[in-house]
């Protein structure tokens, strides 16, 4: 009896707690004081994150769960307030509160089979502990199962749902269909907030993306630079989040002129990630593991940096503002992730090429088949070009799926191939 009085309560406070936009500004007072020494382009990410979460309750525009992959350019045009549960899920498993809303989803027959950024997500939803949707977008761009995700969400809240569904090729007729459904994507969301479609809306998000995607394209040339003068270990946290939410957004172009002024700065000073740079690692997948974890640990202790992650380059070309749809569909089709395996071994190798990488590690998150399925044929092209490829299995959320003892052997043993490479 004490365990079910103790389980409600703390259902009840973690409720409280989710739905109180007090919670949202506390978290930023307390988080600009917390992280004070922090870099300014963390406390700007905590800042907008915090807020974006806060305004989605307050309603005061068209809340739309959105899939990672669906351009956040045209969310804002559209002037909706776009949340990514995917990304929500990384950082409450940074916050090591994973665990409760997995418990949430399973105890409700949700599959411990289905990736484990949706089970926190839908066990959110399920304590009612994200805003509610007003809509629902998402696209089929590499993950199978985000597709089922949010069409659930959208019968869970009773909202209308979208599927953007690229084809599998990258030719003019998927272009020209890509087009038209974007298109029609417009029309489906004017028609749900009784709001004209604005292009001058659409050509200014576009044009603030350019701006964006320019930084982005500087910072990575800066990258470039041994030392490493940018943690690959936060590129794959809060400043993916911003890859993926804030494009099309001045809060997005704000925080890459940070950004782009702190690596910089890093550059012109030598000052790298780690001391005495040994290891160059690029990291493959677009996540890693979110909760308390040993990796990073052990990069350190081999003087090994992650010099650059698969999904932080700009794959698209910058919008040409007089065909905003067809630039919209480019970078969809243009994923080096989508389509044959090839192109993304092409872009791979390019990757390395250009940022003096020793090795490479492909995360292979338990949930996302479209990755885990190429990792093995990846491996064994890179092994005919001399190339050590580790594949490293594990879970980014649920750390039932991870072993410290077995981490550690198996990283240990390729840093020290690597090391012996050198």
Sequence with gaps: MGNIINSD?????????????????LIRKVGSYYFRKSDSSFLFWLNFYTRQLEIAYQQKKPVVWASIFTPSELLYALDLIPLYPEMISASVASLNLADYFIETAESNFYSPDLCSFYRVAS????????????????????????????????????????????????????RKYLVNELKKLVQWVSKRTNEQFSSIKLRKALELANQSTLLIKKINQIREKVPAPLSGWNALAYQLYMYFASLGSRDGLN???????????NAIQDKGVVERECIRILWLHQLRPYYPNIIWQIMLDYKAVIAFEEI?????????LTQPFSGLADKILANPGAGSLSRRISSI??????????????????????????????????????IPMFILDGDGIDKRNYSEGQTRTRLEAFFEILSQNR
């Design 9 to 25: 309560l703390k259902d009840r406070i973690i409720i409280s707690l989710a739905q109180s936009s007090f919670t949202y500004k």
């Design 123 to 174: 066990g959110m939803s399920l304590k009612n502990c994200l805003p509610r949707p007003d809509m629902v977008i998402s696209t089929s761009l590499l993950c199978d199962g985000s597709v089922k995700f949010f069409q659930n969400v959208s019968r869970y809240y009773g909202c209308d749902y979208y599927l953007i569904d690229p084809p599998y090729e990258r030719n003019q007729g998927s």
């Design 255 to 265: 925080f890459y002129e940070l950004l782009a002024r702190e690596v910089k700065n």
């Design 312 to 320: 932080n380059q700009v794959f698209w070309l910058e919008y040409d």
């Design 349 to 386: 190798e390019n990757l390395i090429k250009k940022y003096k990488i020793d090795g490479v590690i492909h995360f292979n998150q338990r949930g996302c088949r479209q990755s885990c399925g190429g990792a093995s044929m990846i491996k064994d092209y890179l092994k005919a070009k001399g």
